[in-house]
């Protein structure tokens, strides 16, 4: 069996004859700045509901408006003077660099918080046939995550299954506040619906907020807000491990959006050493969290979280336990306290870098371009 899996990935990690790993920017973010944009994409009755409810705008507000997390300063921009909103600008920020070679929409636009299932399943389609008819057919560089009604997880598989042979959605989008954890039987359509399609579940940072965004209540600021995002991914990937989730579904792989990688090492210690204590609680983990979250999770690389600071690479990817675990993101258009590649400088091991942008993409996506680079 195990001789079977490594076999197994050893042919995953080999692109086809003449080309190369991708360089993936594994997580961008388009922005739907009105709801009319939907109407042409919704049948007739939620049309309908759209104008008689006066057009109500989910579009979420994580980042104060205006400032540098929100958008960076040197991107082109709408009449509005608003980043990601076109798909000409986005195509030509995010590809600027020369070296990125396809790049992962990330939509999040509120779908998620409209609270009438039917209303969000709605929308979750006219969303993705949104992106894919205004984004992914303009450029064939782009790829997108699948936006799912999460709220309801059956409607939530039909949607992945609705979209699982269009090869430019190459993962499914959730958030990493949720009303019911992930690993929770009830959420097990989502897991085995994105097996089935062998597509990655992407967990990024934003909320339902049909309740507190964190455990102990409402903060009242966006830093609050922020910080305390750490904290419900822990959650998640405690609940996805502990419940039994990657027993369930094996090919299983998650990747974490938006919210570091610093934080993961202390985490996975934790969770180890409490493991040993409570084994008898969770007889169906055949192994140790720690090498279940390495074989089956990876992180996006923004915010790097000093790890751009010289040896910082290094350091984190040691901790960590593997070189397997992260993939490059910018972030487009959030600016955190370094630049997208500016990781570069956390480490002279050239091959850890083209780890990072090219072959653990690979491993999610098998996405390849032209040249034996």
Partial sequence: MVDTVVAEKQERSAPPPGTRPAVVDCDVHPILTTPQAFLPYLDEYWGDQLIGALSPNYEPNYHPRHSPIAQRPDLRTDPDGRAATRVEDLVADVFADGHTDFAVLNCLYGIQQMH????????????????????????????AS??????????????????????????????????????RQINWPIWEAAEAAGLPVAIHLGGVFRQAPT?????????EWYVG????????????????????????????????????????????????SYRHDVPWLDRAPSQLIREHFKFTTAPSDGAEEPGGLDRIVDRMGSDEMLVYSSDYPHQHASGPRQIEAGTSDSKLID???????????????????
């Fill in 355 to 373: 780890r990072i942008y090219r072959q653990n993409a690979w491993d999610l996506y098998q996405l390849s371009v032209p040249g034996t680079d």
């Fill in 215 to 223: 455990s102990t209540g409402w903060p009242t600021s966006y830093l």
């Fill in 116 to 143: 009438q299932p039917r209303r969000e399943a709605a929308h979750a389609r006219a969303l993705n046939d949104w992106i894919a008819h205004e984004w992914l057919a303009q450029d064939d560089r782009l790829r």
């Fill in 229 to 276: 995002q750490q904290s419900n991914l822990e959650a998640q990937i405690n609940s996805i491990v502990s419940e039994g989730v990657l027993q369930k579904f094996p090919n299983t792989q998650v990747v974490v959006s938006e919210v570091g990688f610093h934080w993961l090492p202390p985490f996975v210690w934790k969770f180890d050493k409490l493991w040993k």
């Fill in 146 to 183: 699948i936006v799912v009604p999460q709220g309801t997880p059956e409607l939530a598989a039909e949607e992945i299954a609705r979209r699982a042979d269009d090869k430019r959605f190459v993962q499914v989008l959730l958030l990493g506040q949720s009303e019911l954890l992930y690993g």
